[in-house]
């Protein structure tokens, strides 16, 4: 199994601009977990989806972050405009969950981002 | 909503003795904590995980254990090795279907 990927691996862009970070699932996975990770707060949660379906979002920063998942093996992060305290490491995870009873969170490797 | 604390954040032991990270929670409704490890560039794995019903679990090196009167979970590695060094995170849920949040994390680093 290939695992979670995501992309880019590392992005640096201009205060203003538009990113958008993507992330493919391992296949049969019906979890989709959206984290942050800063030296100063850690990994925090930003929103999760259940069988494509957002279901807690109340991480999300505010309303210059959204995050879609149209399908299963896809979801994307957008930040719309970014600043430079959005610099960070994001990481996409998804999870088998309800299907085999297990909590284990599958990570990608994460998607840098630096706004200058 | 829920808050981890993990102690310490950072952690350097001789290789071979054993390391202990330890963390709270602060939400009784809780009753999953996982552990995670992170090395440098990669995203967390996890290593193990322990549900309220039980009050401790190993495997080979490593073990948890659970108070859940007392909102304290730990994390015991025994006989570390250079490869023990990472970030090791702490994290509680309801269940294992819920959303899962992370304590700030232990730098151990394993000197040989």
């Known amino acids: 199994d290939a695992g979670v990927i995501q992309s880019p691996r590392h992005e640096v862009t201009e205060m203003g601009q538009e990113v958008t970070l993507r992330c493919k699932p391992i296949?049969?996975?019906?979890?989709l977990f959206w984290y942050r990770q800063t030296m100063m707060r850690g990994l925090e949660l930003l929103i999760y989806f259940n069988n494509n379906v957002p279901i807690d979002d109340s991480g999300m920063p505010e309303d210059r972050f959204s995050a879609k998942m149209p399908n299963a093996s896809f979801s994307t992060l957008k930040i719309q405009p970014s600043e430079p305290r959005d610099s960070a490491v994001y990481f996409c995870a998804s999870s088998p969950r309800r299907d085999t009873n297990t909590g284990e969170l599958f990570f990608g490797e994460g998607s840098r981002l630096t706004v200058l | 909503g829920e808050n981890v604390e993990q102690h310490p954040s950072t952690l350097s032991v001789q290789e071979g003795d054993s390391a202990v990270i330890k963390c709270t929670y602060s939400d009784s409704a809780s009753n999953y904590f996982p552990w995670y490890k992170q090395e440098l560039g990669k995203g967390p794995q996890l290593i193990i995980d322990?549900?309220?019903?039980?009050g401790e679990k190993k495997d080979q090196r490593i073990a948890v254990t659970l108070n859940k009167t007392a909102k304290h979970f730990s994390l015991h590695i025994t006989e570390t090795q250079p490869e023990d060094s990472a970030v090791y995170f702490c994290a509680a849920a309801e269940t294992s279907y819920d959303k899962v949040i992370f304590g700030p994390g232990t730098s151990l680093s394993v000197i040989p």
């Open positions: 296949s049969g996975h019906n979890s």
């Open positions: 322990i549900r309220s019903n039980v």
